[in-house]
Antibody
Framework: QVQLVQSGSELKKPGASVKVSCKAS????????INWVRQAPGQGPEWMGW????????TYAQAFTGRYVLSLDTSVNTAYLQISGLKAEDTAVYYC?????????????????WGQGTLVTVSS | QSALTQPPSASGSPGQSVTISCTGT?????????VSWYQQYPGKAPKLMIY???KRPSGVPDRFSASKSGNTASLTVSGLQPDDEADYFC??????????FGGGTKLSVL
């Protein structure tokens, strides 16, 4: 079955770190890049960045530099999002999403497979 | 760059059509043909409904169509059905390392 399965909910204190995993199955992991999207409660989504599934090279949106690290472990078909120095405003659902392959089009923003989301709650 | 602007809500009766707008700028929606639309049920992950402004992925009903004029993209849902009731988000490429989302529109089927 083609799917992305994310790790479970996390409750963290301010200043702590969290690492969210996103395990792919049912397709060739190296053929599709992985993006990450944050959705705060009651808000629209925000694109955080993406990681190249072959090279492991991450690219970050401007608002997500510094405390955020995207990484891969291709041996287990898994992508990771690590956030350090957690703040209350990091409380959100974090999604990994597979970038579509669209033939000759770059189809930016087309994500055809999503993980179920991981709720990260930051509270003292 | 700011998020794209969507109306917070839209509604229609079963069988009717409803159109949801997504307004950006010439640096994003108006500058590229990379607008996507997503459907999201509460507590669920988004589902891709439209990409590259007008293209439907396999499996998406042709009741869902989309277009763009200038800096505004639009999603039209025809023949409204009860399970179309969901949140809808637009996205647009905004240049290198920029992908913007709209704030979302809650579609109600009355």
């Amino acid at each position: 079955q083609v799917q992305l399965v994310q790790s479970g909910s996390e409750l963290k204190k301010p200043g702590a770190s969290v690492k969210v995993s996103c395990k792919a199955s049912g397709y060739t992991f190296n053929n599709y890049n992985i993006n990450w999207v944050r959705q705060a409660p009651g808000q629209g989504p925000e694109w955080m960045g993406w990681i190249h599934s072959n090279t492991g090279k991450p690219t970050y949106a401007q608002a997500f530099t510094g405390r955020y690290v995207l990484s891969l472990d291709t041996s287990v078909n898994t992508a990771y999002l690590q956030i350090s120095g957690l703040k209350a405003e990091d409380t959100a659902v974090y999604y990994c999403a597979r970038k579509s392959l669209c033939g000759s089009s770059a189809c930016y923003g087309a994500f055809d497979l999503w993980g179920q989301g991981t709720l990260v709650t930051v509270s003292s | 760059q700011s998020a794209l602007t969507q109306p917070p809500s839209a509604s229609g009766s079963p069988g009717q059509s409803v159109t949801i707008s997504c307004t950006g700028t010439s640096s994003d929606v108006g500058g590229y043909n990379f607008v996507s639309w997503y459907q999201q049920y509460p507590g669920k992950a988004p589902k891709l409904m439209i990409y590259d402004v007008t293209k439907r992925p396999s499996g998406v009903p042709d009741r869902f169509s989309a277009s763009k004029s200038g800096n505004t993209a639009s999603l039209t849902v025809s023949g409204l059905q009860p399970d179309d009731e969901a949140d809808y988000f637009c996205t647009s490429y905004g240049g290198t390392n920029v992908l913007l989302f709209g704030g979302g529109t809650k579609l109600s089927v009355l």
